[in-house]
């Protein structure tokens, strides 16, 4: 099973990243999807989610209306388009396959600075 993220970066406030994470080794389309954080001396947080067949997602208060996530289970990637940044969503971000009990990524980082 692998799962692997792309898309971070270092980004000004108010800018847009679009995080990719391609998976293979299990039948995606299967899984529910998610997106997770973690911030330098805080708990990883759910961030996002997504069910099999994209038809229910939901969010973080802290990010709804700035983030959305999507997929595209024929490419077996997920994504998640991140718009108006803001400091405090610095972190790595990891994508998630069925769960915490399930499958990870390895993370990217996500800077949101001037």
């Known amino acids: 099973v692998q799962l692997v993220e792309s898309g971070g970066g270092l980004v000004q406030p108010g800018g847009s990243l679009r995080l990719s994470c391609a998976a293979s080794g299990f039948t995606f389309r299967s899984y529910n999807m998610n997106w997770y954080r973690q911030a330098p001396g805080k708990e990883r947080e759910l961030v996002a989610g997504i069910t099999s067949a994209g038809g229910i997602t939901t969010y973080a208060d802290s990010v709804k209306g700035r983030f959305t996530i999507s997929r595209d289970n024929p490419k077996n990637t997920v994504y998640l388009q991140m718009n108006s940044l803001k400091p405090e969503d610095t972190a790595v971000y990891y994508c998630?396959?069925?769960?915490?009990?399930?499958?990870w990524g390895h993370g990217t980082q996500v800077t949101v600075s001037s």
């Open positions: 998630n396959a069925g769960g915490p009990s399930r499958y």
